[in-house]
């Protein structure tokens, strides 16, 4: 999986940039429009400024310098929609703001860097989380990543009735194409699920260690600050599901479900779902509070409403963001389908979020 998504040479995120939006293969919050980005960056600014406008006492005397990090930021669009609302609506903290893209993908960095050209003097590129660390321990922080965690390697097991013991699909290579291929002995067990003796036989489930291990980094590289995730993705009491007896790994080419996911490697987009709990277990093991775990459209909707209450903070409302805000929150589109972690460390915890 992760050689068929950023192999340099033929992985499907590196070979075009435009294979996202209704002209690609998925679509994301980021195609309905600018309003995504704008609505991150007006809750974005609520959290990293102080409310009256005066020094935070945590922060000392002197007010924090600002940074936001991304990563996972394919062409930079969301973030040339985030620097440009800062920009137009809140010049002072855009002034004191460094956006940091983590981006191991040389190819990426330069997509990102033509999308981004008017903000060369704010935006700055490192390769690996590692990098900011001591950097980000004099800023407020907001780490974050839109559908990064669900484009991540997964593990993928299946449940044997008749010898009541989990085994594991590995890949193999028979006539000329790509097959499953079972593995016995995995050593995966199930921690107290209850359901072994209701499960059918060949029941799937996926695990990501790449996405616990990315977020760990993540919560133990921030200082002070939050950490956000947006996907796809259920809880560990919604792990067992009638409807998910294959798992979710999907494979979608130009917004249609392929049947194979082992077939076309390097042509299509491979996603699973992110198993919320386990990240937010992994966040708090290493001290962050978790604030918010919600669907998308009720954040979004808590951050409009707060926009509605003040609305020259905003900015124009036109008929084209009430049709983007409904696209992004209805159940039917985007609204149910993406879900919401926000952990903190070292902040006051807004009622809000």
Known sequence: METALYCPDCGFYEK???????????????SVGNLFGELLAFQFTEWLETKDGTPDAQFGTRNPEFRIVEAGAHDGQL?????????????????????????????????????????????????????????????NTIIFSNELLDAMPVRRFGWDAAARKWFEWGVGF???????????????????????????????????PAAEAWWREAA???AQGKLLA????????????????????????RHRLAEDVLANPGEQDLTAHVNFSAIQKI????????????A???????????????????GEWAPKQTRQFQTLTHPEHLGRAFRLLVQSRGMRQEASS
């Open 296 to 314: 998308q459209s009720q954040f979004l909707s808590r951050i409009v409403e707060k926009i509605f209450q003040q609305p020259p903070s905003f």
């Open 220 to 222: 133990e590289t921030l």
């Open 230 to 253: 947006i996907d796809y993705g259920f809880t560990a009491d919604e792990e067992f599901s009638p409807s998910r007896l294959n798992g979710t790994l999907r494979a979608y080419h």
């Open 283 to 294: 966040g708090e093991a290493v001290g962050l509070r978790t604030e918010t775990f919600s």
């Open 79 to 139: 973030a040339a929609d985030i620097l440009s609302w800062l920009r137009a609506r809140r010049e002072r903290t855009f002034g004191r703001l460094e956006y940091c893209i983590v981006e191991p993908s040389a190819r990426r960095r330069e997509w990102q860097r033509k999308k981004l050209k008017d903000f060369e003097k704010t935006v700055k590129w490192v390769s690996e989380m590692a990098a900011l660390k001591r950097d980000l321990q004099s800023s």
């Open 174 to 208: 028979e006539g000329g194409k790509f097959v499953w291929a079972r593995l016995e002995n995995s050593g995966f067990q199930v921690p107290n699920s209850g359901l072994e003796a209701v499960l059918p036989d060949g029941y799937v489930i996926e695990t990501s």
């Open 16 to 30: 075009e940039k435009d294979n996202v939006g209704r002209r690609g293969d998925f679509f994301t919050s980021v």
